[in-house]
């Protein structure tokens, strides 16, 4: 008999949604930690900041002006990556020497107007406006016959190389589809064909039923650490019901959506008494204008913090050379997460 157990033993997990293998080693978890755990030293921020170029009223690259917006804002950015009018064609010169050229177009997505906001300390209703104009964006680019795929996400924090503090975040739509969705999208039709049910609906099932790696949920979502984790507090949301985009979630999943997104986020912040840092984003099906019924509609989440306010996990020497790898495992990270209040930190004292 093996006497292998992966709460002691270095082992490999599986990513089934990459098909990708990731290094675990709980033993190291163990040794001791001398550092000290610091909470960041923000100051509380301006409800308005007239510096700032998301803020209504203001002016942002190339003389734009943001108009006088309460609640949510969309907008075309000034320095967009892609490009709805780049000419067709490419490089094709053997094996070797292959491009193709992209089109698209990328737009900026203020959450609020209230400068000071971040999305666990919305409310949920506002949060759901963000969720509508999500909706509106997939749609609205989806259509577009040269957009196949759209990328809804939002980068927080400074660390995570964010810009500003104002709550914000971005929609990329591009001609093809970018590498992370297209693994995701091969590995969950090779599922889909074989069983017959979405990857993650069968994931979500198990994981209902072991416990272990859940964090929130409502009736609609569900919130977990996933079994093959990267970071150390990597989160995932995944809808109950096997919907393909967002445009397919009926009204109570919208809220739903915007309710488990603060109450994640909640847990977030919770965890060292700061703003969590993290990039997070829906992956959905791509808009090729195909049927994708192996497309279940999930969102990320990947947090960089490990100990502290201040210290980050780095992914570097043997995770760029080798294989990602983690020390505490995603049982005790979602244990920790489970174990913090539901009520966000500055509200609590505030009480
Ligand atoms: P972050 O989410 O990483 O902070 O990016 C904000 C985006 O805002 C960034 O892509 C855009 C940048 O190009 N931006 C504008 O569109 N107009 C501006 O005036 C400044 C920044
Ligand atoms: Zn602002």
Same mark, same amino acid.
């Given at each position: 008999?093996?006497?292998?157990?992966?709460?002691?033993?270095? =082992?490999?997990?599986?990513?089934?949604?990459?098909?990708?293998?990731?290094?675990?080693?709980?033993?190291?978890?163990?040794?001791?930690?001398?550092?000290?755990?610091?909470?960041?030293?923000?100051?509380?921020?301006?409800?308005?900041? /007239?510096?700032?170029?998301?803020?209504?009223?203001?002016?942002?690259?190339?003389?734009?002006?943001?108009?006088?917006?309460?609640?949510?804002?969309?907008?075309?950015?000034?320095?967009?990556?892609?490009?709805?009018?780049?000419?067709?064609?490419?490089?094709?010169?053997?094996?070797?020497?292959?491009?193709?050229?992209?089109?698209?177009?990328?737009?900026?997505?203020?959450?609020?107007? +209230?400068?000071?906001?971040?999305?666990?300390?919305?409310?949920?209703? +506002?949060?759901?406006?963000?969720?509508?104009?999500?909706?509106?964006?997939? $749609? $609205?680019?989806?259509?577009? +016959?040269? *957009?196949?795929? *759209?990328?809804?996400? $939002?980068?927080?924090?400074?660390?995570?190389?964010?810009?500003?503090?104002?709550?914000?975040?971005?929609?990329?739509?591009?001609?093809?589809?970018?590498?992370?969705?297209?693994?995701?999208?091969?590995?969950?039709?090779?599922?889909?064909?074989?069983?017959?049910?979405?990857?993650?609906?069968?994931?979500?099932?198990?994981?209902? $039923?072991?416990?272990?790696?859940?964090?929130?949920?409502? +009736?609609?979502?569900?919130?977990?650490? /996933?079994?093959?984790?990267?970071?150390?507090?990597?989160?995932?949301?995944?809808?109950?019901?096997?919907?393909?985009?967002?445009?397919?979630?009926?009204?109570?999943?919208?809220?739903?959506?915007?309710?488990?997104?603060?109450?994640?986020?909640?847990?977030?912040?919770?965890?060292?008494?700061?703003?969590?840092?993290?990039?997070?984003?829906?992956?959905?099906?791509?808009?090729?204008?195909? =049927?994708?019924?192996?497309? =279940?509609? =999930?969102?990320?989440?990947?947090?960089?913090?490990?100990?502290?306010?201040? *210290?980050?996990?780095?992914?570097?020497?043997?995770?760029?050379?080798?294989?990602?790898?983690?020390?505490?495992?995603?049982?005790?990270?979602?244990?920790?997460?489970?174990?913090?209040?539901?009520?966000?930190?500055?509200?609590?004292?505030?009480?």
């Amino acid at each position: 008999m093996s006497n292998f157990n992966s709460k002691d033993h270095p =082992h490999t997990r599986l990513n089934p949604l990459t098909n990708e293998w990731i290094l675990v080693s709980p033993h190291r978890s163990k040794r001791p930690w001398q550092g000290q755990v610091e909470k960041a030293l923000v100051g509380e921020r301006p409800k308005y900041d /007239p510096s700032c170029y998301l803020c209504a009223g203001n002016e942002r690259a190339g003389g734009h002006k943001n108009p006088d917006y309460k609640g949510t804002f969309v907008f075309t950015n000034d320095f967009s990556a892609l490009l709805s009018d780049t000419p067709d064609g490419g490089v094709d010169e053997g094996d070797l020497f292959q491009a193709k050229s992209e089109s698209g177009i990328c737009k900026v997505i203020c959450f609020s107007e +209230d400068h000071s906001q971040t999305i666990p300390e919305m409310d949920v209703k +506002d949060i759901r406006k963000v969720v509508d104009v999500w909706c509106e964006q997939y $749609e $609205e680019l989806g259509r577009k +016959d040269f *957009v196949n795929y *759209v990328q809804i996400f $939002e980068n927080k924090g400074v660390i995570m190389g964010c810009s500003n503090p104002h709550p914000h975040g971005q929609v990329w739509s591009s001609s093809s589809v970018p590498v992370e969705p297209a693994k995701e999208s091969v590995a969950q039709k090779a599922y889909f064909e074989k069983h017959g049910r979405t990857l993650l609906g069968d994931y979500l099932q198990a994981e209902l $039923e072991k416990e272990e790696r859940l964090l929130v949920q409502n +009736d609609y979502f569900l919130a977990l650490i /996933p079994y093959w984790a990267v970071w150390p507090f990597e989160g995932m949301i995944i809808s109950k019901r096997p919907v393909q985009n967002i445009l397919q979630l009926n009204e109570n999943e919208r809220d739903g959506l915007a309710d488990i997104y603060k109450k994640l986020t909640v847990k977030y912040d919770n965890l060292f008494e700061t703003s969590f840092a993290y990039s997070a984003g829906l992956h959905q099906a791509p808009t090729d204008g195909k =049927h994708h019924p192996e497309w =279940h509609l =999930h969102m990320h989440f990947y947090p960089p913090l490990l100990r502290s306010a201040t *210290v980050k996990k780095f992914m570097v020497g043997y995770e760029m050379l080798a294989t990602p790898q983690r020390d505490i495992t995603a049982e005790q990270a979602a244990q920790r997460l489970r174990d913090l209040s539901d009520v966000h930190y500055k509200a609590q004292i505030n009480k």
